[in-house]
């Protein structure tokens, strides 16, 4: 199990048999936990983010992001960012930006509009 830094995201623990995993997250406007993805454990997550409307996760190794709004439940996009581990994912706290690093010292910035 992993959550984010604001203990309102979690991805909730796999089958071994099945390699299930799921990410659940909490509807600021509804105070509902949703359930936003299910994936394999060899796409699993290292990294969260996110600003209260916007969630992002990082996959391990494959250097794959996607962005869901979890006010309206839906997916925003879906980014291959690095060849490499994305190692970090920070909102900027007044704008519509997000930033992804990586275990290769790159940055990317992209945009939420």
Known sequence: ???SKS????????DTNTG???LFALNPKTSKMI???YFNLEQSLN???TNGQ??????????KVNIWNIT???RHS???VFQDEVSSIGFHQDRPVVAFGSTGGCVHLFSLC
């Open 47 to 49: 990294t969260l983010g």
């Open 20 to 22: 299930a995993c799921l």
């Open 35 to 37: 359930c936003l993805e």
């Open 72 to 74: 309206n439940n839906q």
């Open 1 to 3: 199990m992993m959550a």
């Open 54 to 63: 916007y969630i992002a996760a990082g996959h391990q190794a494959k250097g």
């Open 78 to 80: 879906t980014l291959q």
């Open 7 to 14: 203990g309102k995201e979690i991805v909730s623990g796999g």
